[in-house]
């Protein structure tokens, strides 16, 4: 079975390297839902050398830092499962207190209904990402 | 009120360093389950300097391979959240396919009862992430 994170972007493409790829969550419950892919199909975080790892979390913790700016969350989450889709990519979360699952995982029980909030601009995300990455290199 | 993290160590001491300690999960369903915790009482990753980041995931990372090397797990999952305790942390789980949740995270819904599995020898474990942490530096 082809792995649909080799097949297409999966999402919106918001920002890409050599390496690795930002798309958009599209997830309407959370507007500022991004997920970091690795370009190359492999599992775990273990299998990349320490350099591509290091490279990796700068990027992953870029979007958090561009998300922080952008929304003011009361909370990043950050996950590598892949038990579905076993293709190494990190989900990057603003959560907020008054969304669907707080202060459960987006994984877990619904808590309540949750208010419409605005997606970040994503060419804005881009350019603070960028940002980011040259201030840690 | 007074930080859980702060207050104990949570958790049996596995391993620990100036700025970080690795404790034990603690769910008998997960015998491969472990946490790794910031000393100091901040709430993201991105609120540590570059540095911090770097040796913080050096460490995540040491008792993800040491599990994979110990376990054999069907994948690896990781997890910073803190929605309940906002004190930065990482879930580091080493997940089976018969496992509780398996496919979904261990914060969904339970697919089946899961079979016993031993717990790895923590004084193996504390071994293999110091060997881990030598090959990275």
């Known amino acids: 079975m082809e792995c649909p994170l080799c097949a297409t972007n999966r999402g919106d493409l918001v920002w890409q390297d050599e390496c690795c790829r930002v798309i958009t969550g599209n997830d309407s419950a959370y507007p500022g839902y991004f997920r970091v892919v690795w370009s190359e199909h492999i599992s775990e975080m273990s299998d990349l050398d320490a350099c591509a790892r290091r490279h990796f979390m700068d990027v992953v913790l870029a979007v958090e830092s561009s998300l922080r700016a952008m929304m003011n969350p009361d909370k990043i989450n950050l996950a590598s499962l892949g038990n579905k889709v076993p293709h ?15 202060p459960e995982s987006i994984w877990g029980c619904e808590q309540r209904c949750a208010p419409t909030r605005s997606a970040p601009d994503c060419t804005v995300l881009a350019a603070l990402i960028s940002i980011e990455l040259d201030r840690v290199d």
Chains 1, 2 share one sequence.
Do not use: G, K, P, T
């Not at 190494?88 to 707080?102: Q, S």
């Open 88 to 102: 190494l990519h990190w989900h990057v979360i603003a959560r907020f207190a008054d969304d669907r699952h707080f």
